[in-house]
């Protein structure tokens, strides 16, 4: 047996491509973007390495230009889960018990597969699938993915490492166990690097997973599947189960061997789960771990010193950019009276240059939202504004699903801070302003804090140290990731650990070391070198 400590270096963020006019990158993305519109894919389920078909299948349409079918994908129902189970807790002795470099090594290969020969197929799925423009899907299925998987596997490395003190004859050690069970994962549309770190980060720490896919985003996750696969993963490690959501909840959350549950989706959702594991506590074998990163209403707010060019490009930045349907992006903001004149026309001029469409033209910054459902729901807040005697809508507004589910970038200007939009999550192009009096900074701080559930993202904009401080102190817990003269979105694996708590999840930082501990149980073990023999202690002597 080998027993040399090895190590790996602190990783590098993934570098951005441009995909500037002529460069290699675009040309390829471009090339292969035409070759998957008229090469419909045919997705199955992979369960213990084998691939299973039903006859349940669904259709893979580009939200951007609806007609327009990618494929169809195959669709677990309760039979399938239960063989996946079944899969995983197979999977799992050999799995947990591989040495630990060669279990690395499998995700080290993945990033480097998708960063090198899958870089093009991997963009141009989520670009068709997801309706992302080229940027939006390098940092997100390129970049960030990778991220995960290296920086991921450094932080397992590093918790590893990490042993307890010793006394004089003993010899304390901790081993970092998978979990008594199985893993859940259930993965989001906006974000197929979520949908690969939900799934990898506890295969990592030695446990098995059922991964259950966006039915919105299968094509790019299942592409990310066969890259595991082709970098060496075992059979049922990750088991990949497009399904219904009801089915997923009635066959595998309520499993007595499921021991963790990896999700980011909605607060709904979520709450959800935690009401039917705690309905089901008493059939566990061991108290799954739940970890959750959930919904947001995350802000802007300016002080009256804020630098007016750099608050107007992280509104619309912020706001727009893969048409607000990140769980960071910016949906209302707070903006002293001050202010508002010059940077209304910013705003106004700014927007007004954006262009909407089809992800194949690169011009546009913004494209679809993901489905008719998301369209509808948008489509409600904007009548509701528009009808609505304490908001205008001021910018935009307007929407259109004949051809694709577009939503143009829209700004209501709300009289009241209590407004429905500024309160509740609507996960589209959608940014609402409140305007406040310079003198009731401290009253508005606080309605921003208070207004609503959430607390995911939330930036502030000011020039004066003084009022930075402040507001960063009356907005403390209103947002896990809090970001000063920046847009409250964008954070990067390794540099902002990102995550909120209130309504928002339970702030586990992914891409950060606290999230891999949550995969993993801890085993002590004392071990004595001459154990003691004497039952008495030396107190106990007569004198």
């Given at each position: 047996?080998?027993n040399?400590?090895?190590?790996?270096?602190?990783?590098?963020?993934?570098p951005i491509k441009g995909?500037?006019?002529?460069?290699?990158?675009?040309?390829?993305?471009?090339?292969?973007?035409?070759?998957?519109?008229?090469?419909?894919?045919?997705?199955?389920?992979?369960?213990?390495?084998?691939?299973?078909?039903?006859?349940?299948?669904?259709?893979?349409?580009?939200?951007?230009?609806?007609?327009?079918?990618?494929?169809?994908?195959?669709?677990?129902?309760?039979?399938?889960?239960?063989?996946?189970?079944?899969a995983?807790?197979?999977?799992?002795?050999?799995?947990?018990?591989?040495?630990?470099?060669?279990?690395a090594?499998i995700?080290?290969?993945a990033?480097?597969?998708?960063?090198?020969?899958?870089?093009?197929?991997?963009?141009?799925s989520?670009?068709?699938?997801q309706?992302?423009?080229?940027?939006?899907?390098?940092i997100?299925?390129?970049c960030?993915?990778?991220?995960?998987?290296?920086?991921?596997?450094?932080?397992v490395?590093?918790?590893y490492?990490?042993?307890?003190?010793?006394?004089?004859?003993?010899?304390?050690?901790?081993?970092?166990?998978?979990?008594?069970?199985?893993?859940?994962?259930?993965?989001?549309?906006?974000f197929?690097?979520i949908g690969?770190?939900?799934?990898t980060?506890?295969?990592?720490?030695?446990?098995?997973?059922?991964?259950?896919?966006?039915?919105?985003?299968?094509?790019?996750?299942?592409?990310?599947?066969?890259?595991?696969?082709?970098?060496?993963?075992?059979?049922?490690v990750?088991?990949?189960?497009?399904?219904?959501?009801?089915?997923?909840?009635?066959?595998?959350?309520?499993?007595?061997?499921?021991?963790?549950f990896?999700?980011?989706?909605?607060?709904?959702?979520?709450?959800?789960?935690?009401?039917?594991?705690?309905?089901?506590?008493v059939?566990?074998?061991?108290?799954?771990?739940?970890?959750?990163?959930?919904?947001?209403?995350?802000?802007?707010?300016?002080?009256?010193?804020?630098?007016i060019e750099?608050?107007?490009?992280?509104?619309?930045?912020?706001?727009?950019?893969?048409?607000?349907?990140?769980?960071?992006?910016?949906?209302?903001?707070?903006?002293?009276?001050?202010?508002?004149?010059?940077?209304?026309?910013?705003?106004?001029?700014?927007?007004?240059?954006?262009?909407?469409?089809?992800?194949?033209?690169?011009?546009?910054?913004?494209?679809?939202?993901?489905?008719?459902?998301?369209?509808?729901?948008i489509?409600?807040?904007?009548?509701?504004?528009?009808?609505?005697?304490d908001a205008?809508?001021?910018?935009?507004?307007g929407?259109?699903?004949?051809?694709?589910?577009?939503?143009?970038?829209?700004?209501?200007?709300?009289?009241t801070?209590?407004?429905?939009t500024?309160?509740?999550?609507?996960?589209?192009?959608v940014?609402?302003?409140?305007?406040?009096?310079?003198?009731?900074?401290e009253?508005t701080?606080?309605?921003?804090?208070t207004?609503?559930?959430y607390?995911?993202?939330g930036?502030?904009?000011?020039?004066?140290?003084?009022?930075?401080?402040?507001?960063?102190?009356?907005?403390?817990h209103?947002a896990?990731?809090?970001y000063?003269?920046?847009?409250?979105?964008?954070?990067?694996?390794?540099?902002?650990?990102?995550?909120?708590?209130?309504?928002?999840?339970t702030?586990?930082?992914?891409?950060?070391?606290?999230?891999?501990?949550?995969w993993?149980?801890?085993?002590?073990?004392?071990?004595t070198?001459?154990?003691?023999?004497v039952?008495?202690?030396?107190?106990?002597e007569?004198?």
């Amino acid at each position: 047996m080998n027993n040399a400590y090895f190590q790996l270096k602190l990783p590098e963020n993934e570098p951005i491509k441009g995909y500037m006019p002529g460069s290699p990158e675009r040309f390829a993305l471009k090339a292969e973007l035409e070759r998957q519109l008229v090469n419909p894919v045919e997705v199955p389920i992979i369960i213990g390495g084998k691939e299973i078909r039903t006859e349940n299948k669904e259709k893979m349409i580009c939200p951007h230009d609806h007609q327009k079918v990618l494929g169809q994908y195959y669709v677990a129902g309760e039979k399938e889960l239960l063989m996946a189970i079944e899969a995983a807790e197979a999977a799992k002795e050999e799995w947990e018990n591989m040495p630990w470099e060669h279990r690395a090594t499998i995700f080290l290969k993945a990033a480097d597969l998708l960063t090198g020969k899958y870089r093009a197929k991997l963009s141009a799925s989520c670009m068709l699938g997801q309706s992302k423009n080229p940027f939006q899907a390098e940092i997100d299925v390129i970049c960030e993915l990778a991220d995960f998987l290296r920086f991921n596997t450094y932080y397992v490395q590093e918790i590893y490492k990490q042993q307890p003190n010793n006394s004089s004859g003993i010899w304390n050690r901790v081993e970092y166990r998978a979990l008594d069970g199985f893993v859940a994962a259930i993965t989001p549309f906006n974000f197929t690097a979520i949908g690969g770190n939900l799934a990898t980060a506890p295969a990592m720490a030695g446990n098995t997973v059922l991964w259950k896919p966006s039915s919105t985003s299968v094509l790019s996750n299942y592409y990310v599947m066969q890259i595991l696969i082709e970098a060496g993963l075992p059979a049922g490690v990750i088991n990949f189960v497009p399904c219904r959501g009801v089915d997923f909840g009635k066959v595998v959350v309520s499993h007595p061997k499921m021991a963790g549950f990896h999700f980011t989706g909605s607060t709904s959702v979520f709450n959800n789960i935690w009401n039917q594991v705690g309905g089901n506590i008493v059939k566990y074998v061991t108290y799954p771990r739940l970890v959750g990163e959930t919904g947001g209403k995350d802000f802007i707010f300016a002080h009256e010193s804020a630098d007016i060019e750099a608050l107007t490009c992280a509104i619309v930045l912020g706001s727009f950019e893969y048409q607000g349907q990140k769980c960071s992006a910016a949906s209302r903001a707070y903006i002293p009276e001050s202010l508002w004149g010059d940077l209304k026309r910013r705003l106004e001029e700014e927007i007004s240059k954006i262009k909407m469409g089809d992800v194949r033209d690169f011009t546009n910054l913004v494209n679809a939202v993901i489905d008719q459902k998301s369209f509808r729901n948008i489509q409600s807040y904007l009548d509701y504004a528009k009808e609505s005697k304490d908001a205008d809508i001021i910018i935009g507004g307007g929407s259109d699903d004949s051809v694709g589910y577009f939503v143009e970038p829209t700004i209501i200007l709300a009289k009241t801070p209590a407004f429905k939009t500024m309160v509740e999550e609507i996960f589209g192009p959608v940014m609402t302003i409140y305007v406040y009096p310079n003198d009731k900074l401290e009253e508005t701080l606080k309605e921003c804090d208070t207004a609503t559930t959430y607390g995911l993202t939330g930036s502030v904009f000011a020039q004066d140290r003084a009022a930075i401080i402040k507001m960063a102190k009356a907005l403390d817990h209103a947002a896990g990731n809090f970001y000063i003269n920046d847009k409250p979105t964008g954070a990067v694996v390794g540099q902002q650990p990102f995550g909120g708590s209130r309504g928002s999840g339970t702030n586990d930082k992914a891409g950060s070391a606290i999230n891999l501990y949550r995969w993993m149980s801890q085993r002590t073990i004392k071990e004595t070198f001459v154990p003691r023999t004497v039952i008495n202690y030396p107190y106990m002597e007569e004198e």
